[in-house]
Nanobody, 119 residues
Framework: VQLVESGGGLVQAGSSLRLACAGSGIAFSIASMAWHRQIPGKQRELVASIILGGGSTNYADSVKGRFTISRDNFKNTMYLQMNSLKPEDTAVYYC?????????????WGQGTQVTVSS
């Protein structure tokens, strides 16, 4: 299983970016998908998540109303649409998938993609 993020970059405040996370080698059930971010010296924080079973989503308070998580089941790909970006959104963004293999959950992470928002 391999997760590859793309879509990061350097943008100005108020701009939009869409991150993508493409999963390969996934022949198992995906239980959940999520995006996290990390600033150097700080803990990785959850940005948004989606439970595939019921489709429920969850967002960090700091991104509610600005970010949207979505998925394309046929492509095993997840997205994070980020609008009205702020300098404090600057971080490395990681995607995470939880797969169910023989009844047990396994967590996989992408390598991260840098998002930099200038003021």
């Amino acid at each position: 299983v391999q997760l590859v993020e793309s879509g990061g970059g350097l943008v100005q405040a108020g701009s939009s970016l869409r991150l993508a996370c493409a999963g390969s080698g996934i022949a198992f059930s995906i239980a959940s998908m999520a995006w996290h971010r990390q600033i150097p010296g700080k803990q990785r924080e959850l940005v948004a998540s989606i439970i595939l079973g019921g489709g429920s989503t969850n967002y960090a308070d700091s991104v509610k109303g600005r970010f949207t998580i979505s998925r394309d089941n046929f492509k095993n790909t997840m997205y994070l649409q980020m609008n009205s970006l702020k300098p404090e959104d600057t971080a490395v963004y990681y995607c995470r998938m939880v797969l169910i293999i023989k009844g047990k959950p396994y967590v996989y992470w992408g390598q991260g993609t840098q998002v930099t928002v200038s003021s």
